[in-house]
């Protein structure tokens, strides 16, 4: 048994945490981070960061970073009224900026640890014990207590840290599922997004370019079509219902290829109304899931790294 002490721990190494150890690392902080993952897979998440958030990132100093090492800038948006051009028509006089999700992970990580923030992969957070100073604890061949004057849980949508921590978790079930795949060769401009909600099926679809020659397409379907879109087989049926919700997509998928899983997730909606309590913080998704097809997840992750720091 080995016991530590830090300033800040994190449980996960997603946006939110490594964003924020990074910050707190640069205002001297002893930072550490726990992720359980050793390395990152395709998974299907947020990958684009809307102009305000691109600003939060600016302030947090890692947009530039983000750039040059996996972001893709992406000008226009098209909402179904025709492209808008975000660089120009936001306050922020920004595009908004994409990434594949897992190299936007390994960057923030990097950029962290670069920082003085001690980075440790493969590592699963088995629980926390609440109090000043709360203690983080991990099971393993040698179990390890490690205690900080904040434990920030930032474990996701699925956080186990707000049961730990003795949250009260609030939630509001949706009507519908999100699917999302990786494509390569989608025939559609690489510097427009769109998102278009079309309600007479209650359907809507995504398509967020994310730099040489993939796009993260998305599609949200009513949980009472009597599918469920998962795996390599259904991908002709996101195709087709994706077409059939906004017709421009059958040109856009015609050559089409996947280059990574098909996945479909129930994303109700999920959050904790006040989340600090006895020496635990809770941010990003952990303190709140928000609607998906607002596409602000990323956003406002950045801004409560900002904030918090
Ligand atoms: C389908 C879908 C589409 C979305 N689209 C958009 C979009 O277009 N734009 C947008 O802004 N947002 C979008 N979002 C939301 C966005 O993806 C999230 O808000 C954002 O990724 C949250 O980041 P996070 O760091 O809080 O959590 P995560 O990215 O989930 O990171 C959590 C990390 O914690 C690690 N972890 C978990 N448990 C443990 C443990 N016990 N021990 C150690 N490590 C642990 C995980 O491995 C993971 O790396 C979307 C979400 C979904 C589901």
Redesign the pocket.
């Known amino acids: 048994m080995a016991v530590q002490n830090y300033d800040v721990v994190t ?8 964003s924020l150890a990074k910050a707190m690392a640069e205002h001297g902080a002893a930072v550490l981070i ?4 050793q390395r ?1 897979k395709d998974r ?7 102009p305000w ?1 691109v600003a939060e990132a600016r302030e947090l100093g890692i947009l530039e970073r983000l750039r040059a090492a996996c972001g893709h800038d992406v000008r226009l948006v098209e909402g179904g009224m025709g492209p808008r051009d975000l660089a120009a028509t936001t306050p922020q006089r920004l595009p908004c900026l994409s990434f594949a ?1 897992q190299e936007m ?1 390994e960057t923030l990580l990097a950029a962290a640890e670069a920082a003085g923030v001690q980075v440790r992969r493969g ?4 629980r926390i014990e609440p109090g000043l100073p709360a203690t983080v604890v ?1 099971d393993g061949d040698n179990r390890e207590y490690i205690s900080a004057r904040l434990v920030v849980a ?8 707000r049961k730990w921590g003795g949250f009260t978790v609030c939630e509001r079930s949706n009507d519908y599922y ?3 795949v990786l494509l390569s060769d989608v025939h559609s401009s690489p510097d427009l997004m769109c998102f278009i909600f079309n309600p007479q099926f209650g359907m809507c679809v ?1 398509l ?1 370019p994310i730099g040489k020659n993939r796009h ?1 397409a ?1 599609f949200m379907y009513p949980k009472a079509s009597g599918y469920r879109l998962q795996g390599e087989q259904m991908l002709s049926l996101f195709i087709r219902e994706s077409a059939r919700c906004y017709p421009v997509l059958s040109d856009c998928y015609a050559a089409a290829k996947s280059i990574g899983p098909l ?1 479909s ?1 129930d ?1 109700n909606d999920s959050w904790v109304d006040h989340p600090y309590q006895d020496g635990i913080a809770l ?5 709140a ?2 609607d ?10 950045l801004r409560e790294s900002c904030a918090t720091s």
């Open positions: 449980i996960g190494g997603g946006i939110a945490a490594a726990l992720e359980k993952e990152f299907v998440r947020g990958e684009g960061v809307v958030g999700h992970q590592i699963t957070v088995d991990v930032a474990d996701g949508r699925g956080s186990q840290s999100m699917a999302g995504g967020v993260r998305y996945a997730l994303v941010i990003g998704d952990a303190a899931t928000t998906p097809t607002f596409g602000q997840g990323l956003s406002l992750a």
